[in-house]
C-alpha cells in the first residue's frame, strides 16, 4: 500500500485566481493520477503523471487549465487556473507501483471558487 | 465511448434486509475494483477482482466479476447502518506502454434505515 497526502486540504479562492495542490506519497512510484469529482458525482480523470515526461491529459482536459508538474517519483502538482465557480471540486491524487494491480488515493483537496 | 454504468444511483434498504448493487461496462475488461467513499472522505479500497469468475467476500459484503457479461455484482447480505456510504465500481483499461488506468463508474449511494 502507499500512503498519499495532500495539501492543502481545502480551500476557498477568488475566481480568475490559481491554485496549487501538492501530492506526496511515502514511496516511489510509476503513475500518479489527478481526478475530479464534483459535488454528488463520480470521478473523473484529469491527467496522467510519469517522472520525466509530460502528463497526458485526458479528453475535456488542458494543460493550460491543468498544469501538473512530475518532479520525481514521490511527488505531484496539479494547479487549478483562472478558476472560476465550475471548478469548485475535489481533487484528489491517486497512485499505483509499476505493474501494481490497485490505485491508492490520496485525502483529496476540497476547493470552493466564489 | 467508454461507459461503466451502476444500477441503481440511489438505495434505501432497510436493516437486515439483503440487495445487490451492479456494475455494467462497455469495454474488454479482466480487471475491476470496488471502492467506498463515506461522505468527505477519500476513497477506501473494498475489492481487487482480477479474472472471470473471481468471487471476494468481506464481513456482509461480497463481490463477483463476469468479464463474458461485463458485468460485476457488489452483493450486501443483512445490511446494518454502518454500511451506509457511496460505493463505486472502477475498471482497469490499457493505458500508456503496458500500464493501466481506471474508469469510474456512476456510483451508488447506499442508505440503511434503521
Known amino acids: 500500500s502507499a500512503v498519499i497526502s495532500q495539501k492543502p486540504s481545502r480551500d476557498i479562492c477568488q475566481r480568475g485566481t490559481s491554485l496549487t495542490i501538492q501530492c506526496q506519497v511515502d514511496s516511489q512510484v510509476t503513475m500518479m493520477f489527478w481526478y475530479r469529482q464534483q459535488p454528488g458525482q463520480s470521478l473523473t480523470l484529469i491527467a496522467t503523471a510519469n517522472q520525466g515526461s509530460e502528463a497526458t491529459y485526458e479528453s475535456g482536459f488542458v494543460i493550460d487549465k491543468f498544469p501538473i508538474s512530475r518532479p520525481n517519483l514521490t511527488f505531484s502538482t496539479l494547479t487549478v487556473s483562472n478558476m472560476s465557480p465550475e471548478d469548485s471540486s475535489i481533487y484528489l491524487c491517486?497512485?499505483?507501483?509499476?505493474?501494481?494491480?490497485?490505485?491508492?488515493f490520496g485525502p483529496g483537496t476540497r476547493l470552493l471558487v466564489l | 465511448e467508454l461507459k461503466v454504468e451502476q444500477n441503481p444511483l440511489f438505495l434505501s434498504m432497510q436493516e437486515g434486509k439483503n440487495y445487490t448493487i451492479y456494475c455494467n461496462y462497455s469495454?474488454?475488461?479482466?480487471?475491476l475494483y470496488w471502492y467506498r467513499q463515506d461522505p468527505g472522505k477519500s476513497l477506501e479500497s473494498l475489492f481487487v477482482?482480477?479474472?472471470?469468475?473471481a468471487v471476494k467476500q468481506e464481513g456482509r459484503l461480497m463481490a463477483s466479476l463476469d468479464t463474458k457479461a461485463r458485468l460485476s455484482t457488489l452483493h450486501i447480505t443483512a445490511a446494518v447502518h454502518d454500511l451506509s456510504a457511496t460505493y463505486f465500481c472502477?475498471?482497469?483499461?490499457?493505458?500508456?506502454?503496458?500500464?493501466?488506468?481506471?474508469?469510474f463508474g456512476t456510483g451508488t449511494r447506499l442508505k440503511v434505515l434503521a
Open positions: 472502477a475498471v482497469d483499461i490499457p493505458f500508456l506502454s503496458g500500464t493501466y488506468k481506471y474508469i
Open positions: 491517486s497512485v499505483r507501483a509499476q505493474g501494481g494491480e490497485t490505485q491508492y
Open positions: 477482482l482480477l479474472s472471470n469468475g
Open positions: 469495454t474488454t475488461s479482466d480487471r
